[in-house]
């Protein structure tokens, strides 16, 4: 069967993308092919189609990490024709035929049962982006963080990570403080339950300290370099820090006061390679318990035709909220 893709080439000129007809037999060898409804658009994403090697190392490719579709064809005995699955992660979109094509075709072992309490549509306003926020959430909650202990601050508020999370924690009841680079998306902001909204400069005036007032309960990073590293020795005794992004640069800079004076912790997410059963129960959890009926408001249905400048907007740190792509 033949189906649309946004193939992104190396050609003379540099990186070119466009949307072209492909065959099933173009796609790699694997047990299960999917009618893909919806895909998102993520950073990672915007990296791929943008010929970045670190996230793709060869073209011509189909970028696209996350999907939500319809079992075509399965060789493996848990899925059949017509079951609804999501895939995000793993190797999907980075070396793999990915979620910007109508098809793809993928391991078993990355495949997950759509809760009957999420639609297609939903999973993927949620998308690796949201998972990740949840994901985030999850770690925080384990480290012993409560709604009633004190202000949580999240990073890249606007983003795709940061806007969920922003969102998820106001809806368990946290008081959220969203830090962002864009303070005309403040209204967007305390829409989704900011109870303050500050800028990075407030938080990078303190770069270099080693200890500084308390003022966070915690934090969900999701840019790294400066920005967490101003953040962390501003949190509460026996709070924690997650970490999942790198936009604001891959490096941390931090003394151990913090960890040892304050028993800050730093806990890392990652949603990618985690096992199956980790992301099943994550996507199960996002349909019930942590169920966010205002991610519809915070996510923009674009069509193929609109897909190169919402990656372009991503890529420049322009974006905001979660990003659904149509693939019908
Ligand atoms: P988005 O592009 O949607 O959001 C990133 C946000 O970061 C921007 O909207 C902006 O928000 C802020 N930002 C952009 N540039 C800078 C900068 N130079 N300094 C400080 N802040 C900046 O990306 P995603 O939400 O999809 O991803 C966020 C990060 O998380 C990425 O690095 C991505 O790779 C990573 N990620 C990691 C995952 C994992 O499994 N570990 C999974 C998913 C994402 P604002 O203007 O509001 O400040």
């Given at each position: 069967m033949t189906f649309l893709a946004y193939r992104v080439e190396e050609t003379e000129q540099g990186i070119q993308a466009a949307w072209q007809t492909l065959n099933d037999d173009d796609l790699p060898a694997g047990d299960v092919l999917i009618?893909?409804?919806?895909?998102?658009?993520?950073?990672?994403?915007?990296?791929?189609?943008?010929?970045?090697?670190?996230?793709?190392?060869?073209?011509?490719?189909?970028?696209?990490?996350?999907?939500?579709?319809?079992?075509?064809?399965?060789?493996?005995?848990?899925?059949?024709?017509?079951?609804?699955?999501?895939?995000?992660?793993?190797?999907?979109?980075?070396?793999?035929?990915?979620?910007?094509?109508?098809?793809?075709?993928?391991?078993?072992?990355?495949?997950?049962?759509?809760?009957?309490?999420?639609?297609?549509a939903q999973a993927m306003a949620w998308g690796t982006a949201g998972f990740t926020a949840a994901l985030s959430l999850q770690k925080l909650e384990r480290?012993?963080?409560?709604?009633?202990?004190?202000?949580?601050?999240?990073?890249?508020?606007?983003?795709?990570?940061?806007?969920?999370?922003?969102?998820?924690?106001?809806?368990?009841?946290?008081?959220?403080?969203?830090?962002?680079?864009?303070?005309?998306q403040e209204n967007f902001l305390k829409g989704l339950g900011a109870s303050r909204v500050i800028g990075r400069d407030e938080v990078l005036a303190l770069k270099g300290k080693a200890m500084a007032k308390p003022l966070y309960q915690a934090a969900i990073d999701t840019v790294g370099g400066d920005l967490v590293s101003a953040l962390i020795p501003q949190i509460q005794p026996e709070g924690a820090v997650t970490t999942c992004g790198m936009i604001a640069g891959v490096k941390i800079e931090a003394s151990v006061f913090p960890f040892i004076l304050r028993g800050v912790s730093l806990l890392g997410v990652d949603s990618v390679e985690i096992p199956l059963a980790d992301k099943q129960a994550v996507l199960n959890k996002v349909a019930d318990a942590w169920q966010l009926p205002q991610l519809e408001g915070m996510t923009t249905e674009i069509g193929r035709s609109e897909l190169p400048a919402v990656l372009a907007a991503i890529l420049a740190g322009q974006g905001v909220g979660r990003y659904r792509v149509n693939l019908q």
């Amino acid at each position: 069967m033949t189906f649309l893709a946004y193939r992104v080439e190396e050609t003379e000129q540099g990186i070119q993308a466009a949307w072209q007809t492909l065959n099933d037999d173009d796609l790699p060898a694997g047990d299960v092919l999917i009618d893909v409804a919806y895909s998102s658009v993520n950073y990672k994403d915007a990296l791929s189609a943008s010929g970045n090697k670190g996230v793709t190392r060869a073209y011509p490719h189909t970028p696209g990490i996350d999907v939500a579709g319809t079992v075509l064809a399965s060789n493996d005995p848990q899925f059949k024709t017509g079951d609804e699955v999501v895939v995000f992660g793993y190797d999907l979109g980075m070396n793999t035929a990915g979620g910007f094509g109508q098809h793809v075709r993928v391991p078993a072992g990355w495949v997950l049962h759509k809760p009957q309490t999420l639609s297609m549509a939903q999973a993927m306003a949620w998308g690796t982006a949201g998972f990740t926020a949840a994901l985030s959430l999850q770690k925080l909650e384990r480290a012993g963080i409560r709604p009633d202990a004190g202000p949580v601050v999240v990073t890249g508020a606007t983003g795709g990570v940061g806007s969920v999370a922003v969102a998820l924690l106001a809806k368990q009841g946290y008081e959220v403080v969203a830090l962002s680079g864009k303070p005309e998306q403040e209204n967007f902001l305390k829409g989704l339950g900011a109870s303050r909204v500050i800028g990075r400069d407030e938080v990078l005036a303190l770069k270099g300290k080693a200890m500084a007032k308390p003022l966070y309960q915690a934090a969900i990073d999701t840019v790294g370099g400066d920005l967490v590293s101003a953040l962390i020795p501003q949190i509460q005794p026996e709070g924690a820090v997650t970490t999942c992004g790198m936009i604001a640069g891959v490096k941390i800079e931090a003394s151990v006061f913090p960890f040892i004076l304050r028993g800050v912790s730093l806990l890392g997410v990652d949603s990618v390679e985690i096992p199956l059963a980790d992301k099943q129960a994550v996507l199960n959890k996002v349909a019930d318990a942590w169920q966010l009926p205002q991610l519809e408001g915070m996510t923009t249905e674009i069509g193929r035709s609109e897909l190169p400048a919402v990656l372009a907007a991503i890529l420049a740190g322009q974006g905001v909220g979660r990003y659904r792509v149509n693939l019908q």
